[in-house]
């Protein structure tokens, strides 16, 4: 994923490992997600497990929406384009200039 | 067999095992911090440390600046000992323009923040939690993705870039010589 090229050929349809790093890290942390707090009685390193509840609304549907076509058209979302710093891949930089702005012009339009 | 190679050409392994060892990562923050691993909010709350708003000066970017910077270090060093150990350090280059690495990466970056998530957090942790509001979110994103990426793929086959120099300003001479241009309507308009 530290090459665009792969997503965008995921979002084309012409090859679908995308759907198996997906799969295998969710299947992963839910059962991480479902059984620690069972089993041990808080983190290693802290006093509690913290939880981040998603809401469904307006903010949530319109970004998702201007995210997806943003990925749409580059390929990179936040996690590989930080990734791809350690590859050397320094054409990310620009993905990241760009996700960068794209946080601070949220923040400042919001209230 | 056939099936298989259609759906994967490049192999599938190498896509499982990466997706496994993503989340063992995420698992492993949860085990040791106890912590929600989307990747997203670290471009908010490193702005944080910049900006003053209000907005950016919230407990929940300002407390967690510090470990989030941290974690994409983390993401950049597991990176850095993969294409060290098993890519033979060759640097990793990518074709697609850089106008639509910036362009996309600003919906992206926009995007995440408004819609609190991105790949990461709505879907893998969103997901993993079984949260209906991140399958939503998913559902949403995979969507619009699908439709810019074919969208884009088309239009920019056609029409790469280096046209569109030629139809703007539109010119009573027609600069556009190519005949199968898309754009040529508007290179040579009937209507000068």
């Avoid at chain 1, 549907?61 to 990734?83: E, K, T």
Wanted: charged share 10%; net charge positive.
């Amino acid at each position: 994923m530290v090459r665009p090229e792969v997503v965008l050929s995921f979002l084309r349809f012409q090859d679908f490992g995308l759907m198996l790093v997906m799969g295998g890290a969710v299947l992963v942390v839910l059962v991480a997600y479902k059984l620690v707090p069972r089993i041990m009685a808080r983190p290693v390193l802290d006093d509690h497990f913290h939880a981040h509840p998603s809401v469904w609304n307006r903010d949530t549907a319109a970004g998702a929406a201007i995210f997806g076509i943003g990925w749409g058209l580059c390929g990179v979302c936040p996690g590989p384009a930080i990734a791809g710093l350690g590859t050397g891949n320094w054409d990310l930089l620009w993905a990241l200039a760009g996700i960068s702005l794209g946080a601070l012009v949220q923040g400042l339009r919001a209230r | 067999m056939n099936q298989t190679l259609s759906l994967f050409p490049l192999g599938w392994q190498h896509y499982l095992l990466g997706g496994l060892l993503i989340g063992c990562g995420t698992a492993l923050l949860f085990i040791v911090t106890g912590r929600i691993g989307g990747m997203s909010t670290v471009f908010s709350s490193t702005w944080s440390y910049l900006v003053q708003r209000p907005f950016f000066q919230q407990a929940r970017f300002v407390d967690s600046r510090s470990w989030r910077l941290v974690y994409a270090a983390g993401l950049i060093l597991g990176a850095f000992i993969w294409w060290m150990g098993f890519a033979g350090g060759a640097a990793q280059a990518t074709k697609v323009p850089v106008w639509q690495l910036v362009v996309g990466g600003f919906f992206v970056g926009y995007g995440a923040r408004l819609g609190n998530g991105c790949t990461s957090g709505h879907g893998i942790c969103g997901l993993g939690s079984l949260q209906l509001p991140s399958l939503m979110a998913v559902l949403t994103f995979m969507a619009t993705a699908f439709l810019t990426a074919h969208i884009a793929a088309r239009v920019l086959a056609l029409a790469p870039p280096t046209h569109w120099a030629k139809i703007w300003p539109p010119s009573r001479r027609g600069r556009c010589s190519d005949l199968a241009c898309p754009f040529r309507p508007w290179c040579a308009p009937k209507w000068f």
